[in-house]
């Protein structure tokens, strides 16, 4: 059987079933039409509504969650990347990883590995960069406990490291 | 080189042609950085995300990326000039409307532009008139090895370079072309144009990149994968796969018009023009729909005492902080609505 769009005369080729406290709806919409109602599937994902779906097939795994993560560098949580979608330091990537890696995995097409360009400087050295993302972390604790004297101790250590 | 001095006249970038400019406006590409010792901008305090934009503004300036650069202190800058800013497509509305310590570093012609403290700790852009993508990405990666050579970005043996936000990651590059598909548009063929374009996991956005609608007749497209390619085969994929076709699409398109609808074509781009020169008050959805359809008329040959370089400008200069930088206070809708179509009047050399 061929059906006519309902909201103008073209043929129609997207057919929803809707069922309404019991009642069932049939739809039958053009292409242009089924696009204006925002019914035809669009494959730009933006990152919040992935982040969203995540969320969701996450709860649904029961309460195994992956909320409770932290990244023991910046403090921050997985639930927290989850409701802001920006992660709190470099070193999350490693510290969220396996929970990281079905989101990209989905937002970057399976892929899960870097082959593009490299720094050319030799100098970018994550272990030494990741001490001085904690010694960072301790002096904003330090600041915070008004710790004064350890707090000078540790800028010292930041800057003597970043110069180095 | 002022903000004051931006507001007569359009970037060296918008003003020029470029190749294909008939449907491709502009390319544009993007690179995320960040520094690989201190926390992503919103895990930093206040004090830390001013020493890193001080910091990146020193060095900027040091690794002479251009001849003549200027920096805007993004957050000390008043509204009006933010405004400016996004209008020319030099900060994002992120930028612009954030609290923090933040800033931008532009190019004296406007093509190249570094975002300080936006999302990441730097967002780069090269911008190019008419279809040069490969160009901008030349370009972006010499600036990003001049900067590499003076900052440690984030950097992971797996990832790539770091991003606050993991659909960056890998690469952080992201090409796009501004469109203008009128014509794809009156033939009722645009969605399925833009629906093949996501189904080839590119992002379809308006004007003003990411949070804006596509509207009207210009679209902006964009990559969406930065991991598990290298940056030519990002490059290579975005040209091979989707421009050429949609600029087939639409000078087909174009053409269908002519041949069918010439009558009906003319009289909307001459009635379009007509307006333009004519009316007293003009606003700037109505400027934006009639200029498309002048674009369309020039490029179609149908116009030819009206240049393309006029219509950019016009697109550019008619938009309200920029109105109200010409005339030098700040204007309601109504008093932008007369401003703007004096001024159109005056640049399409109307009585």
Redesign the interface.
């Known amino acids: 059987m061929k059906f006519k769009c309902d909201k103008c005369d073209k043929p129609a080729t997207v057919h929803l079933t809707e069922i309404v406290n019991g009642q069932k709806h049939e739809k039958h919409l053009c292409?242009?039409c089924a696009?204006q109602e925002g019914i035809?599937i669009?494959?730009?994902v933006p990152?919040s509504q992935?982040l969203e779906e995540f969320v969701l097939q996450s709860a649904e795994g029961g309460e195994s969650d992956v909320g409770d993560l932290a990244c023991d560098v910046?403090g921050?949580t997985f639930a927290e990347f989850r409701h802001?979608?920006?992660?709190?330091?470099?070193n999350d990537?490693?510290a969220f990883e396996q929970a990281?890696l079905p989101?990209?995995g989905r937002?970057?097409?399976?892929?899960?590995?870097?082959?593009?360009?490299?720094?050319?400087?030799a100098?970018?050295d994550?272990k030494?960069?990741n001490l001085?993302?904690r010694l960072?972390?301790e002096l904003?604790g330090a600041v915070a406990a008004e710790d004064y004297e350890k707090a000078a101790a540790l800028r010292d250590k930041?800057k003597e490291?970043?110069n180095g | 080189m002022s903000l004051a001095e931006l507001t007569t006249r359009a970037g060296e970038w918008l003003s020029s042609e470029g190749p294909l400019h008939d449907v491709v406006i502009s390319s544009r590409a993007r690179l995320a950085r960040n520094l690989g010792s201190v926390p992503f901008l919103s895990k930093c305090g206040e004090p830390l995300q001013r020493e890193i934009e001080t910091r990146l503004r020193r060095e900027i300036r040091a690794a002479n990326i251009a001849e003549r650069m200027f920096y805007v202190d993004v957050a000390g800058a008043g509204e009006l000039d933010r405004q400016l800013l996004v209008e020319r497509h030099l900060i994002s509305r992120q930028h612009a409307d954030a609290q923090h310590p933040r800033g931008v570093a532009v190019s004296q012609d406007e093509s190249v532009a570094l975002m300080v403290n936006e999302e990441d700790h730097v967002r780069m852009q090269v911008l190019r008139s008419g279809l040069r993508l490969r160009e901008a990405v030349a370009e972006i990666s010499r600036i990003d090895d001049l900067l590499e050579a003076r900052l440690d970005y984030a950097f992971h043996g797996r990832y790539g370079y770091l991003t606050a936000c993991p659909t960056n990651v890998g690469t952080g590059l992201r090409v796009s072309v501004m469109l203008h598909l009128p014509a794809l548009k009156m033939t009722g063929e645009l969605e399925k144009v833009l629906r093949a374009a996501r189904d080839m996991r590119l992002a379809i956005r308006g004007l003003y990149g990411e949070g804006t609608e596509a509207s009207g007749d210009f679209f902006q497209v964009s990559n969406q994968t930065t991991l598990g390619r290298s940056e030519e085969q990002i490059v290579d994929e975005f040209l091979e796969q989707m421009v050429p076709k949609v600029i087939d699409y639409e000078r087909r398109a174009r053409q269908g018009l002519l041949k069918q609808r010439a009558t009906g074509l003319d009289d909307k781009v001459f009635r379009s023009l007509a307006l333009l020169r004519s009316a007293r008050t003009m606003g700037s959805e109505e400027t934006m729909y009639l200029l498309s359809l002048v674009r369309l008329g020039v490029n179609l040959e149908r116009i030819r005492d009206v240049s393309i370089k006029t219509i950019n400008e016009l697109f550019l200069l008619t938009q309200p902080a920029h109105l109200q930088r010409i005339h030098r206070r700040e204007m309601d809708g109504r008093e932008r609505a007369e401003a703007r179509a004096a001024f159109i009047r005056q640049r399409l050399h109307a009585p």
């Open positions: 292409e242009d696009a035809t669009k494959a730009n990152i992935l910046c921050t802001r979608g920006v992660l709190g330091c470099p990537y490693d990281l989101l990209l937002a970057q097409e399976g892929a899960a590995r870097h082959i593009g360009k490299v720094p050319r400087r100098g970018s994550q030494k960069q001085i993302l960072r972390a904003k930041v490291l970043e």
